[in-house]
């Protein structure tokens, strides 16, 4: 059985503390480019790599940096290593947002599972954001300012490793309406 990590940058690796805030505006004039202060803070904390290794699990990136970095896919997984992640990357959740409807991130994090984790993972979800009800029980929220903390590793590990198991059968689908295929394929 595969174990993942689902990733968000900023408020886990990027505490707020250690940048000025930017908006989409901002990084929609610049290209989707993400502000060099973003970018000079970013640093991987070990419990991350750490936590991979322990579990043998895969990286998933959930960020909204991945859709800032959607056509630079690999400049991302590059600044990611520079900045210390030395896990496998399996990849980032799909947008599953449209013009009139915000999608939750555990939607997208539920939709990533649907197509590539097969019947059954070991996973748990690093992000400091709320809209999580669909993988509510992987959930560890971190501290928007401080970013992920050595009890919010600790609690990811406990998951990763004894906690309940993401099963297909048991997932009622996000909305498929949003054309993101579902299936393995």
């Known amino acids: 059985m595969k174990s993942y990590i689902f990733l968000d940058i900023d408020g886990v690796l990027n505490g707020h503390k250690n940048y000025q805030e930017h908006d989409e505006a901002e ?6 480019s993400i502000p060099d202060d973003h970018v000079r803070h970013l640093q991987v904390n070990q419990e991350v790599d750490l936590l991979a ?5 895969e990286v998933v990136v959930s960020s909204t940096w991945r859709l800032l970095y959607r056509n630079h896919w690999q400049d991302l997984i590059d ?4 900045r210390g992640l030395t896990a496998t990357i399996a990849g980032a959740t799909p947008n599953l947002s449209i013009s009139t409807h915000m999608a939750e991130r555990g939607d997208e994090i539920t939709a990533w599972l649907m197509k590539h984790a097969g019947e059954k993972a070991r996973i748990v979800v690093l992000d400091d954001d709320s809209d999580m009800t669909a993988v509510k029980w992987w959930h ?3 501290e928007t300012s401080v970013g992920l903390g050595l009890n919010h590793a600790l609690e990811a590990a406990k998951i990763l490793l004894d906690g309940p198991v993401w099963e297909r059968a048991r997932v009622v689908p996000p909305r498929e309406s949003f054309g993101y295929n ?4």
């Open 27 to 32: 990084a929609e004039a610049n290209g989707y």
């Open 182 to 185: 579902m299936g393995q394929g």
């Open 79 to 82: 600044l990611l290593r520079r």
């Open 140 to 142: 560890v929220r971190t």
């Open 53 to 57: 290794r322990i579990a043998g699990a």
